[in-house]
């Protein structure tokens, strides 16, 4: 068979051209596969890694404990929004929530483990168990967990095992967040100062708009939440926006699970915060002081500290823990603003499970 240089041309190119089909139909599925990839990627962030405080604000009330028992809103009036609250005692504003839903509510004992442990069940298989070691273990033996802790740290809602526990941290432990709160120290106390001077919220009231009383022994404790149990609180928010900004800023803040709170906190003289334990020991509570009167103590696993103006303490408030202010009516209150930051022994991965096992309402 005879060829001629025409025909083997010919042949020449039509090779080319399949090589470059062939070519540009590999690298087109690969782009498509890339672009799936990347929307799934978009979708699972923004599902469940989305800070609420970036995205505005929500008027939705907590469902869920987190800072100092299981509440649900109320509004100006003291009356419980959403579903009717009825012969229930009142603290900080709030409604003790009687939910069968909320955990905090719940009694420890199988339900709630069975809650929590299908909630895993369920994060594990939409994303992965790789990871999760300690927060299956903890959610497995909760119920021993919780009852077997010694009186000087008993979280009241969920424990996660081998965390290095102390009373009190240093602010290394957390030091971008701490320094960040204590450059913000004038902007946040001149805010304060508007929100606490404002006029009362109605006639009769002391109490500005925002603020809620809390009950104690004696002496008076007032609170005014930016986000109280993983929900932000939009009419207060709206007005702090220095403070929100600067919430926003926080790098460990625990903005979208229960266990995350961020308020101003008053103590009058003479006032008691009595003795008691915090959710979980998977956050550490943190005080940036304010207004720091002379006899103020705060004291957590037995062991005192005192406040300093300008700068943070930082605890684990699932040890037993109580405050007071023991100063004369001239000193004026104690103001502090706390916010609660993540545990730096839990790692990222723990943390969006336990964003997702405890997210607000679930």
């Not at 005192?306 to 037993?320: A, M």
Request: proline letters at 7%; one cysteine or more.
């Amino acid at each position: 068979m005879e060829w001629s240089l025409e025909r083997v041309r010919e042949m020449v190119a039509g090779g080319m051209q399949s090589m470059r089909d062939c070519e540009s139909s590999a690298f087109g599925t690969a782009m498509c596969l890339l672009l799936l990839f990347v929307w799934y990627c978009y979708r699972v962030g923004r599902e469940h890694s989305s800070s609420p405080l970036r995205g505005g604000y929500s008027t939705e009330p907590s469902r869920v404990g987190g800072g100092g028992g299981a509440l649900i809103s109320t509004d100006g009036d003291g009356r419980a929004k959403g579903r009717p609250v009825s012969g229930v005692e009142e603290q900080n504003g709030f409604a003790y929530c009687q939910s069968t839903e909320c955990f905090r509510c719940t009694n420890t004992g199988e339900g709630l483990n069975q809650r929590l442990y299908h909630s895993l069940q369920d994060y594990a298989k939409r994303y992965t168990w790789s990871g999760m070691g300690r927060v299956h273990k903890g959610v497995r033996d909760q119920g021993r967990y919780l009852t077997s802790r010694p009186t000087i740290q008993r979280p009241e809602v969920f424990f996660l095992p081998d965390l290095p526990s102390a009373p009190f941290f240093s602010r290394d432990a957390q030091k971008h967040d701490v320094e960040l709160l204590e450059r913000s120290f004038p902007a946040l106390l001149a805010e304060f100062e508007n929100i606490y001077h404002a006029p009362p919220a109605r006639a009769g009231s002391s109490l500005p708009p925002g603020w809620k009383a809390n009950t104690t022994p004696h002496g008076q404790w007032w609170t005014f939440y930016l986000v109280n149990q993983g929900t932000p609180l939009a009419l207060n928010a709206r007005r702090c926006p220095r403070a929100w900004r600067v919430l926003g800023q926080l790098r460990t803040f625990i903005a979208n699970n229960v266990f995350g709170n961020a308020c101003f906190s008053v103590l009058t003289p003479g006032a008691l915060i009595t003795e008691h334990y915090g959710p979980t020991n998977v956050r550490l509570r943190c005080h940036l002081g304010l207004r720091v009167p002379s006899s103020c103590e705060l004291v957590v696993g037995g062991e005192p500290q005192c406040w300093s103006e300008g700068s943070c303490l930082l605890f684990d408030d699932s040890f037993l823990h109580r405050a007071f202010h023991e100063g004369s009516p001239e000193d004026g209150p104690r103001v502090v603003f706390m916010v609660d930051l993540w545990h730096p022994n839990v790692a990222a991965a723990e943390r969006q499970a336990l964003d997702y096992i405890f997210t607000p309402g679930r």
